[in-house]
Nanobody, 123 residues
Framework: QVQLVESGGGVVQAGGSLGLSCAAS????????MGWFRRAPGTEREFVAA????????YYADSVKGRFTISRASAAIRVYLQMNSLKPEDTAVYYC????????????????WGQGTQVTVSS
């Protein structure tokens, strides 16, 4: 079982930075790709960023490219999201996710999800 818990959410002014982290309970290491999603009030969940098992391959939504950085230690079920140059449009609940994958590739389908952490960007 992989139970994910996010942390690091909060309130920040536009142009500022915030870092999110996510760790697994029940298992620390394994062959899992991981990613981040977000959902703004009244909207559907959208993809933000993904990282492969080794941490060597990443993929970002166009809306966050150049501003957000996803990272992890190889084979550790723990993922980080560094968010810079934040905009009010980034306000959302952010969710981390994990999915078994032994090919060291980024994936968009995930079986395990955290409960989310709120990020609010004020203007």
């Amino acid at each position: 079982q992989v139970q994910l818990v996010e942390s690091g959410g909060g309130v920040v002014q536009a142009g500022g930075s915030l870092g999110l982290s996510c760790a697994a309970s029940g298992r620390t290491f394994g062959s899992y790709a991981m990613g981040w999603f977000r959902r703004a009030p009244g909207t559907e969940r959208e993809f933000v960023a993904a990282v492969s098992l080794s941490g060597g391959t990443t993929y970002y939504a166009d809306s966050v490219k150049g501003r957000f950085t996803i990272s992890r230690a190889s084979a550790a079920i723990r993922v980080y999201l560094q968010m810079n140059s934040l905009k009010p449009e980034d306000t959302a609940v952010y969710y981390c996710a994990a999915n078994w994958n032994n090919r060291d590739e980024v994936v968009l389908h995930y079986d395990y999800w955290g409960q989310g952490t709120q990020v609010t960007v004020s203007s």
